[in-house]
């Protein structure tokens, strides 16, 4: 029997076999065994106003990319899987996929090393790569130390020139969004030495993904409009919750209808991410199962979040994290070609995130930026634990709900096993160095020590007999 490695061997030569093949015109895909087509084909693509890119609509996020341990090196300090990242970029080329999105933060600092590795293999003209000039630490805004993160993307994805350059995370920061840019690429002139290498052909596209304060995104549109810069795309977070209900989830988030709206107005294109909000979308309550499967029992969860993202005309690809093959195989259906949402699927959705809002989900999209937390807490993974008996319907507020017990025995079972007990979140002193780091603005020791009253509740409160 072949091992994983030699089966992942296998995948890629086959898919290599297959990127190389397509490029005569005239030569018909061969379907494979996955029931995918072999070929380009089939794959939605959108067209970059500014350079004519013919861009995939689906996206290749890589911060989640395979570890040898089994699981995504965004969380854990296993070594990447260089085969297996291998295999699967080998994979989404052969199937039309050419937008690959990295950072030199992702994976804990080794995203674009292992992008750039694999990617190296294939023909420059075959993929566009995206990459950030992430300083968020204040001591990586001095010029410097934010050239030598700029420099470094270079070494580490083997090229000569960036396709898709973005300022990362601008309207974050803990002394406010606006002061944040000024020091992160303003002060320091860094903006202006992106702007030259623009010009120089270093760069292709340059532009910006936002987080947050909602002034920084209108002051980077309006610097636009005036004509003392051009923003070639900018990133933003759209899904079918965010759409008309970012506040409701967090409230210093901007309606992804209103950040669209102003990109589509100017023209510009957008880049989506968090099309399934952090992973929510693809595992929701048993409510809006329900309500979506009524449409179309045989999509999948997460499909529809992707359809939704894509619909938009203005939008050039939608980025998804995919850990494993299966992920992009799925994905691939979903955009190979994608079906644009009509007005009834469009109702339904809004009706979905209604039920989702109905129930008190901690709006964590797992990205790690609070960690390592300074007691030891796992964050992510107290959240996501919490969310998941929630959307299970595994959740009691009271002795007297008829699934008292089996919902206190699924948290408290489930919680040991998903967090070890010294990183509960009754270890939370309520420092809040992590509050400053989240992009969703979540108050974490607030919510921790929701969630710790919540679990002691159920180990002090018994089910009644009977």
């Known amino acids: 029997m072949a091992t994983r490695r030699e089966f992942l061997k296998i995948l890629s030569a086959g898919a290599a076999l297959a990127l190389g093949g397509c490029s005569k015109k005239g030569d018909e895909a061969p379907a494979s065994a996955d029931g995918l087509s072999s070929g380009r084909e089939s794959m939605t693509f959108r067209t970059n106003p500014t350079t004519g890119d013919k861009v995939s609509l689906l996206g290749f996020g890589c911060m989640r990319l395979p570890t040898v341990s089994g699981g995504s090196a965004r969380s854990g300090d296993a070594a990447i899987d260089q085969e297996a990242v291998n295999a699967q970029v080998d994979f989404a080329l052969a199937h039309g996929v050419n937008y690959f999105d990295t950072s030199p933060v992702y994976c804990r600092g080794r995203s674009e090393h292992a992008v750039g590795i694999a990617l190296s293999r294939h023909p420059r003209d075959s993929y566009f790569i995206a990459t950030k000039l992430s300083n968020q630490s204040p ?49 320091n002139g860094m903006l202006d030495f992106l702007l030259e290498e623009r010009s120089k052909g ?20 309006e610097r636009h ?62 409510r809006a199962i329900e309500q979506l499967k009524r449409l179309d029992p045989m999509a999948s969860i997460a499909s529809w979040a992707f359809r939704f993202a894509g619909t938009r005309p203005g939008v050039l690809t939608v980025l998804s994290g995919m850990t494993y093959m299966e992920h992009l195989q799925e994905n691939l259906r979903t955009f190979s070609p994608l079906k644009p949402l009509g007005k009834a ?96 603005r979540i108050d974490i020791p607030d919510q921790m020590r929701r969630i710790d009253r919540y679990a002691e509740m159920l180990k002090t409160t018994f089910p009644r007999e009977g």
């Not at 270093?202 to 549109?221: E, K």
């Not at 004509?227 to 933003?236: A, G, N, P, T, Y």
């Not at 989702?356 to 993974?381: E, K, R, S, W």
């Open 225 to 286: 409009d005036k004509r003392e810069l051009k923003w070639d795309f900018v990133q933003i977070q759209l899904n079918y919750v965010d759409w008309r209900h970012a506040k409701e989830v967090n409230a210093r988030n901007t309606n992804a209808e209103y950040l669209y709206g102003e990109l589509s107005r100017r023209g510009i294109p957008a880049i989506i991410m968090e099309p399934l909000l952090g992973g929510r979308l693809a595992s929701l309550n048993f």
């Open 202 to 221: 270093r760069i292709r596209n340059l532009g910006f993904s936002y987080h947050g304060d909602i002034a920084v995104f209108d002051h980077l549109l």
């Open 139 to 187: 001591d990586k805004w001095p010029r410097e130390a934010s050239m030598a993160i700029y420099e470094n993307s270079f070494r580490e994805l083997r090229t000569d020139v960036i396709d898709y350059m973005l300022l990362h995370a601008v309207g974050m920061g803990e002394k406010g969004g606006m002061e944040t840019l000024k020091g992160r690429y303003l002060d």
């Open 345 to 440: 699927e469009l109702d339904a959705l809004e009706e979905a995130a209604q039920t989702i809002l109905d129930f008190p989900l901690v709006p964590c999209n797992t990205c790690q930026y609070c960690m390592p937390c300074p007691y030891g807490l796992d964050i992510p993974a107290i959240f996501t634990h919490y969310n998941k008996c929630l959307n299970e319907g595994r959740y009691a507020d009271s002795v007297t709900d008829a699934n008292y017990r089996e919902a206190r025995r699924a948290f408290l079972v489930g919680y040991d096993r998903a967090v070890p007990k010294l990183r509960q979140a009754d270890r939370c002193v309520g420092c809040g160095e992590c509050v400053g780091h989240c992009p969703q």
